[in-house]
């Protein structure tokens, strides 16, 4: 490159592929004039690109290959890593399971004590309610004879009362009888 081509690239006309390669491409025009080739229908014939267009691709091609291969290689460390965290992740989903497992062991334990437990409970209560039934029924008894005996002895204490009046009446009628008899004699 010359050294006015440096300072003012319009003053000499058509630039390089190089050069419109940092400037906005015309939609309008075919690809074909961008990339180096004549927009004229007329010519067919290619006009090999210069040596330092060539070596503008190259380097460019090279640069792409350099970031494809860091591109490759962070996505095998990226899947390296993903296969780590899904083994990562796998371990402890096993883990939980297994103390998920555990625990519902434990728990099964727990409600077949508790049940167990339960029943004796059960057991005893109704045992108890058994119990004293009879000693309700015993109570019962006992109070009924009671009452039985209560009004036998209210029977007898009216009977010996009576008795009593009436032996109180004989007693009264024999002092009369003999009081009458002593006046007689």
Do not use: C, W
């Amino acid at each position: 490159m010359s050294m006015h081509r440096e300072l003012n690239p319009q003053l000499f006309g058509n630039q390089t592929p190089i050069e419109k390669m940092g400037q906005p491409v015309d939609p309008t025009k075919p690809a074909a004039g961008i990339m180096g080739r004549s927009e004229s229908p007329q010519s067919n014939k290619q006009i090999p690109y210069p040596a330092i267009d060539v070596k503008a691709i190259e380097h460019q091609i090279n640069t792409l290959k350099v970031a494809l291969l860091q591109m490759e290689k962070r996505t095998d460390s990226l899947s390296m890593k993903m296969e780590e965290l899904g083994r990562t992740t796998h371990g402890r989903l096993e883990r939980f399971s297994q103390a998920i497992l555990r625990m519902e062991e434990v728990q099964n334990q727990q409600n077949q004590e508790n049940a167990g437990r339960a029943a004796q409970i059960m057991a005893k209560v109704n045992e108890r309610k058994v119990s004293d039934s009879k000693v309700q029924e015993l109570v019962d008894r006992h109070n009924t004879i009671i009452r039985n005996f209560e009004n036998r002895l209210l029977s007898l204490q009216r009977l010996v009362s009576e008795q009593e009046m009436a032996l109180h009446n004989a007693t009264a009628a024999l002092e009369e009888a003999r009081a009458e008899l002593a006046k007689r004699r």
